[in-house]
């Protein structure tokens, strides 16, 4: 896939991922489209940017409804959007029996209802070009779970679950559905994973600061996209082959995981 002059909306823009994903998207000739919370590092992400013609949609993905009306009402406004990358999200580090219900509330609304809303608002569009692509970053604790993440892994199985039906109901339109399942990247995503009381834990954690580099991350989340691949990992070492494992064995896997204290 070219994607010269194709528009690509990425959420979760100023940091780690999305942020990369934006330069190298930038790079290959598309416009992009920056969403997230944080206004002024987005404006630092698209001064980076190559290019010309991007866009800085900020959004709260913790308000999944106000995200469905506010992009609703602005789609009209903006340039045809080829790719979807439902990227922003937040991890957790913390037990089940210490967490306040909310903080399973606040994983839920950001990593699946914002991504729901957002899909909502501009996925119509797609349709009736009968074309674009739908990508959706959930993680490998999407496809196997370990203590810690209870309601991360709830909410990212959620999404992979929400993925394969909605590639199910939209390949008659043309539309391309990738889930993209990451292991252990370098970014700031353990700093901003949620503790007991559901607030930032500020803490780096050694499997991500010895996890892949994003700039590697982003290259073959791109070549998924351009292969219009339906599922892809993208990790390396334990946390690239931890789905495999389970799958061939499960007992082994889950005994491993109760043993294992990955904070
Ligand atoms: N890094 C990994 O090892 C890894 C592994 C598996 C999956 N993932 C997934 O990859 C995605 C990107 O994570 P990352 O590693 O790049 O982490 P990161 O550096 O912490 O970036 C997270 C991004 O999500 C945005 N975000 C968080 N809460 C938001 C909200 N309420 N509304 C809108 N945007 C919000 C943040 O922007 P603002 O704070 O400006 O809003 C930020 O841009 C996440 O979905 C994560 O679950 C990461």
Redesign the pocket.
Known sequence: MNFNNKTVWI??????????LAVQFAKLGARVIL?????E??TEVKATLKGDGHLIIP?????PEAVLTQVTDLLHTLPSIDILI??????QRSLFLENDFNVYR?LM???YF?LIALTKAILPSMVARKNGSIVA??????KVGSKFRTG?SGS?YAVVGFMDCLRAEVAEHNIHCLT??????????????LNEQGVAQNKPEE??EN??A?SC?AEKMIQAIANKKDEVIV?QGL?GWAPTIKRFFPTLFNRLTAKTNYR
């Open positions: 959420t979760g823009a100023s940091s780690g991922i999305g942020k990369e969403s997230a919370r944080n206004v590092k987005l959004l709260d993905l913790s308000a439902n990227n922003g999200g937040v991890s606040q609304e950001v990593n914002g970053i959930s993680s490998v604790a999407g991360y990212k993209i399942c990451p292991g252990s990247i370098k970014t700031a995503i353990a700093h901003n994973s499997s991500i996890g892949m994003v991350a990790g946390s």
